[in-house]
């Protein structure tokens, strides 16, 4: 795929939805690093529930540790795998508490040395939460950029660098969310909306699916 088609693509994408943002319910980084920590292998809409009933009652570092462990996990409970996000909440959270004054670190060095916080997380911080132009790749941008051609790659960390590398520099801020959101529901895994698609006639899928 060339340059001037990945142009292209971006700008239909900007053109349909200018400011795009997270499917997760927050109101400050540390709301939003808690809610991606629970997201994983969870859905935004089952971690919006949680967060719900959990952010009214404890949505700093302090509060939440005020809760302790057992009393976190009454609140996401319904979040698989609450018992390990639970823990490593709690320990993220006293890592906050006594480093950093509560606050959530604008580092990716500082996020990845957090518990439960991965390369993909810090990435969603860095980019939601401060707007750096980072690429937390998750299934639906490492399918889209494989089957679109924007940008392949055989591993997460490979398709991450070719996107940063290849996406225009006006697109990078938000890309990320365009392409979480055209994955999720246009560019799905068993069957493709293509029909659907803004992009169909750019994209370079070979197996397009007539709707």
């Not at 980072?134 to 960390?157: C, E, S, W």
């Not at 999720?184 to 909306?193: I, L, M, S, V």
Request: glycine share 8%.
């Amino acid at each position: 795929m060339n340059r001037a088609k990945r142009q292209q693509i971006f700008e239909r994408l900007r053109a349909d939805n200018p400011h795009p943002t997270t499917e997760l319910r927050y109101s400050s980084p540390f709301e939003l690093l808690i809610a991606v920590i629970l997201s994983a292998q969870a859905t935004d809409k089952g971690v919006n529930k949680a967060t719900a009933r959990l952010f009214p009652l404890a949505n700093t570092a302090e509060a939440i540790l005020g809760l302790g462990e057992q009393g976190l996990k009454e609140h996401i409970k319904t979040i698989g795998l609450f018992n390990s996000k639970a823990k490593n909440i709690i320990q993220t959270c006293r890592i906050l508490a006594t480093e950093y004054g509560g606050e959530v670190p604008r580092e990716r060095r500082a996020l990845e040395a957090l518990p439960g916080v991965g390369r993909k997380t810090a990435n969603v911080v860095l980019n939601t939460a401060f707007g750096e132009p980072t690429m937390a790749v998750d299934t639906h941008i490492f399918r889209v950029a494989n089957r679109t051609g924007i940008g392949p790659g055989k591993t997460v960390l490979e398709v991450e660098k070719r996107l940063l590398r290849l996406i225009p520099g006006e697109f990078l801020k938000d890309a990320h969310h365009w392409l979480i959101l055209l994955g999720r529901y246009t560019c799905t895994a068993r069957k493709p909306r293509c029909g659907s698609c803004l992009i169909e006639d750019l994209c370079e899928y070979r197996h397009k699916v007539v709707d």
